[in-house]
């Protein structure tokens, strides 16, 4: 009920995309705010698709983690940055300078990042929740999943043993 009141006054609303909010439609339809401008973060990323079942009933057809990508991060701030310019065009020179300094940063991240990684003998990890696959896309990386792989859930002492013996196979 309080976020329902903050977004029938708010004037933007961002929200990631890719079906990570699958309220977020009819909420802001819910807001009744006429001058509600509302950003999808996403808008103009390149979404990987699903293809686990699982995946695609939790998140839906595409993979929502665009933010972990610093190429996307680019792009959502942008969309971030357009929004606040129209409802706040009196300090369009302060967002686009904010913008632009954030940007370099992301690029001089992406850089370094790119530096690092080709220098990598392994371009393959262990996460928790594969989250990861638009770094993975920029980088040439390949991400392995303790959930989606080894394990449902938490995995047993069996499932361990075959996480160890994968992370010194591939010297992880």
Not at 112 to 119: D, G, N, P, T
Request: glycine fraction near 4%.
């Amino acid at each position: 009920p309080e976020n329902m009141k903050q977004l029938a006054t708010a004037q933007v609303f961002v929200y990631n995309g890719f079906g990570m909010e699958p309220w977020a439609k009819q909420a802001i339809e819910a807001a009744k705010n006429d001058k509600l401008v509302s950003v999808v973060a996403t808008e103009g990323v390149e979404a990987i698709k699903n293809t686990d079942p699982e995946e695609i009933k939790e998140h839906g057809a595409e993979d929502p983690h665009a933010w972990l990508s610093l190429k996307n991060a680019k792009i959502e701030v942008k969309n971030i940055k357009d929004a606040l310019v129209k409802v706040d065009p009196a300090n369009k020179d302060y967002y686009e300078k904010n913008y632009t300094e954030y940007v370099a940063k992301l690029d001089a991240m992406i850089k370094k990042y790119e530096e690092q990684f080709a220098k990598a003998p392994h371009k393959n990890f262990v996460t928790g929740h594969a989250a990861f696959a638009y770094l993975c896309r920029d980088f040439g990386l390949e991400q392995n999943s303790v959930e989606d792989v080894f394990a449902e859930g938490e995995p047993n002492a069996a499932q361990l043993a075959k996480l160890i013996e994968y992370a010194k196979e591939n010297h992880i």
